[in-house]
T-cell receptor
C-alpha cells in the first residue's frame, strides 16, 4: 500500500533558523505532491503543490519544496523561520492514477519556533 | 471565498448514541471527504464521495457510514458511537482531478463518553 513518511514528529527552532522538513513516499509512478499547514486553532490549508514541471516549487509565506524523483522525496524548506510559522505541517501524495483526488497524508510534523 | 463548513465545532455524545456530522461546501465541488485526525497518526480517510449518491470506503470505514443526497452536503454517521471514536473529524472538498487541492473545514472535535 502507498504510504507517506514524515520522520520528524516535532521540530523546535529559534527564529531566523533555516528549516527543512522531510517527506518520503512509497509510490513509484506519477505522483502529485502537496504540503498542507495547520496553524493553531485554524483549519488545514494548502502551502504548496507539485504536479509537473520545475521540481522546485514555491508556496506561500516563503516556503518552498523540492521534488526529487530518484529519492521519492518532497522536502519542505524555508531559509529563515518566524514565530508565526509555529504550526503542524502535513505532507500528502496523490498517486497519479487516482481521478478522485484521493490523497494520502503523512503523520505530520509539529514545528515550534522559539521567539 | 472558498468555504467548507461543519455543523459543530465541539460535540459530546454518549456511548451507543447515533451521531450525525454535517459538512457543506459552496464551491460546487464534485469530491467530498471525511477524515479523522489523531495525534501522531495524521489524517486518515474514512469515506469519500465523487458524486451525488456515490461513495467509496477510505482506509478506516469501520463503524461509520456516509450520505450524499445533494452535491453540496456530505454527512458522516456514527451508527453507535464508541469511546475509540473520540477524535477530530475533518471534512474536505475538491474539484475533479488528481492535481487539485482539497479545501478543509474547521473540524468537529467529538468526545464520546
Amino acid at each position: 500500500a502507498q504510504s507517506v513518511s514524515q520522520h520528524n514528529h516535532h521540530v523546535i527552532l529559534s527564529e531566523a533558523a533555516s528549516l527543512e522538513l522531510g517527506c518520503n513516499y512509497s509510490y513509484g509512478g506519477t505522483v502529485n505532491l502537496f504540503w498542507y499547514v495547520q496553524y493553531p486553532g485554524q483549519h488545514l490549508q494548502l502551502l504548496l503543490k507539485y504536479f509537473s514541471g520545475d521540481p522546485l516549487v514555491k508556496g506561500i509565506k516563503g516556503f518552498e519544496a523540492e521534488f526529487i524523483k530518484s529519492k521519492f522525496s518532497f522536502n519542505l524548506r524555508k531559509p529563515s523561520v518566524q514565530w508565526s510559522d509555529t504550526a503542524e505541517y502535513f505532507c500528502a501524495v496523490n498517486p497519479g492514477y487516482s481521478s478522485a483526488s484521493k490523497i494520502i497524508f503523512g503523520s505530520g510534523t509539529r514545528l515550534s519556533i522559539r521567539p | 471565498d472558498v468555504k467548507v463548513t461543519q455543523s459543530s465545532r465541539y460535540l459530546v455524545k454518549r456511548t451507543g448514541e447515533k451521531v450525525f456530522l454535517e459538512c457543506v461546501q459552496d464551491m460546487d465541488h464534485e469530491n467530498m471527504f471525511w477524515y479523522r485526525q489523531d495525534p501522531g497518526l495524521g489524517l486518515r480517510l474514512i469515506y469519500f464521495s465523487y458524486d451525488v449518491k456515490m461513495k467509496e470506503k477510505g482506509d478506516i470505514p469501520e463503524g461509520y457510514s456516509v450520505s450524499r443526497e445533494k452535491k453540496e452536503r456530505f454527512s458522516l454517521i456514527l451508527e453507535s458511537a464508541s469511546t475509540n471514536q473520540t477524535s477530530m473529524y475533518l471534512c474536505a472538498s475538491s474539484p475533479q482531478g488528481a492535481y487539485n487541492e482539497q479545501f478543509f473545514g474547521p473540524g468537529t472535535r467529538l468526545t464520546v463518553l
